[in-house]
């Protein structure tokens, strides 16, 4: 029986930018196997989307902030989207 993926839209507030948020949103997508991408908001927000089974997207969250000291996150959205079966990888935008 195939998996299901799922995708999903988060934002993140707190102190998200200037700490390493987007690599290691990065390094924990590769880690579990997730597509998608991350980027910094003008607002000091964190936005990015997240593909893969509905088990790895759970623990993305919980991979980027593990032994983190700097990154603090003070509330999250999240919401379900629609997938994208062509997209074969995570990138870091606006570098």
């Not at 290691?24 to 597509?35: F, I, M």
């Not at 991408?37 to 964190?46: A, F, H, I, Q």
Request: aromatic share 12%.
């Amino acid at each position: 029986m195939e998996k299901k993926n799922i995708r999903c839209r988060y934002q993140f507030y707190g102190t998200v930018q200037g700490v390493g948020f987007r690599y290691r949103a990065k390094y924990a997508a590769q880690l579990l196997e997730l597509t998608g991408w991350v980027e910094n908001e003008w607002d000091g927000s964190v936005i990015g989307e997240v593909q893969g089974s509905v088990e790895m997207v759970a623990r993305w969250v919980p991979t980027i902030t593990a032994g983190s000291p700097w990154i603090e996150i003070e509330r999250m959205d999240r919401k379900e989207i629609p997938v994208l079966p062509e997209e074969r990888s995570f990138k870091v935008r606006g570098c």
